[in-house]
């Protein structure tokens, strides 16, 4: 029985190198597998995702109007289908993902974000948080030592960002993780 997983976890918790791992372990058995990327974060070019441990494989480029179900059933002989960037995900895209479990019978792997800057859901997270078989939770590390579970958004002069657009395109803020205590008091955005 095939599964639908979803990965997540706050910003730089590993979740492209687990999912390139995970892809390397079914290549080694002689299986089957296609990647996706969303064309938002194709930050390398031409669909390929890559680690930042060095790790790269080739990846499908998705868009907002791409059908998951339709373009995985005609691929021959395929064991798993993995998606990064989960978050990014639509609704209908998350559930296109639940068919190809319940009828095309393959497990899919999604990783992904659970919250952005401000603390909301995705809209890919909260579809997968909700339907998905196995929730599985990648850990990294606030700076006071407890599980980081939120993202904080800051500038290239390291002021937090509270404001703004849920997805940042091409801009030059980054982001650490958190715990929440250290996001409320922080960003002043839970309280
Ligand atoms: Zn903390």
Request: some cysteine.
């Amino acid at each position: 029985m095939a599964s639908l997983y979803f990965y997540y976890s706050a910003m730089n918790a590993g979740k492209t190198t687990s999912l390139l791992q995970t892809d390397h372990n079914y290549g080694e058995r002689g299986m089957k597998t296609v990647l996706f990327i969303n064309a938002i974060d194709d930050r390398y070019g031409k669909g390929l995702i890559k680690s930042r441990i060095g790790l790269q494989k080739e990846a499908v480029i998705y868009d907002a109007n791409f059908n998951f179900y339709d373009y995985v059933k005609n691929l021959e002989g395929l064991s798993c289908v993995l998606v990064d960037e989960a978050q990014f995900l639509s609704r209908e895209q998350v559930d296109q993902l639940g068919d190809i479990v319940d009828f095309l019978d393959i497990p899919v792997l999604t990783y992904g974000l659970r919250t952005d800057f401000q603390g909301n859901c995705f809209s890919g997270s909260e579809r997968l948080l909700a339907i998905a078989d196995i929730l599985v939770e990648l850990k990294t590390v606030c700076f006071c030592g407890k599980k980081a579970t939120m993202n904080m958004r800051i500038d290239a002069e390291g002021n937090k960002i509270t404001e703004g657009q849920q997805i940042d395109i091409g801009g030059n803020e980054k982001y650490i993780s958190v715990c929440r205590k250290h996001f409320k008091t922080e960003t002043k955005i839970l309280r």
